[in-house]
């Protein structure tokens, strides 16, 4: 009986396959990862996104991550925002607020003048495979989004 053997019993699993996968797969263990799934910070190097700084002009909604801008969004993938910025330089309070065809999807913020947000997502703002534009009360306010794509 080879030392430490535990008396003749087998330790672990030694010499016997484990039954959590397919023997064709060799028998994998289920803890087994190599962080494709449970590493965040991989998941978002792989897919992480970041849109220009965008100043809203026109008086209307302006693109701020769609299939046009710079980078662009990639059509087909769903966005989930994590970060949204938000810098007021205009002279007074506004408000601001992101659109998806027109449709608001956020929050309206009251950014006071001279002053920048930062309103984080925790759980993540998902929003599906759209075009995000972003609004504002007034011309001038620059959005900044940070999230990921997949």
Not at 15 to 33: F, K, M, S, T, W
Not at 79 to 95: D, P
Not at 101 to 108: P, S, Y
């Amino acid at each position: 009986m080879p030392r430490g053997s535990g008396g003749g019993r087998p330790l672990g699993s030694q010499n016997q396959p484990l039954h959590q996968g397919a023997r064709v797969d060799g028998y994998p263990l289920i803890v087994e990862d190599l962080g494709t799934n449970t590493n965040p910070r991989r998941y978002e190097k792989d897919n992480g996104f970041y849109s220009a700084p965008t100043v809203r002009v026109g008086a209307a909604a302006t693109p701020l991550y769609t299939v046009a801008t710079t980078p662009a969004r990639t059509a087909g993938e769903s966005t989930t925002i994590y970060t949204l910025l938000i810098e007021n330089e205009t002279g007074s309070t506004v408000t601001a607020w992101l659109e998806i065809g027109g449709v608001v999807v956020t929050l309206e913020f009251h950014v006071n003048n001279a002053e920048a947000v930062v309103i984080p997502f925790i759980a993540g703002l998902t929003l599906g495979d759209n075009d995000i534009n972003c609004n504002a009360s007034v011309d001038d306010v620059v959005f900044q989004i940070i999230g990921t794509e997949a």
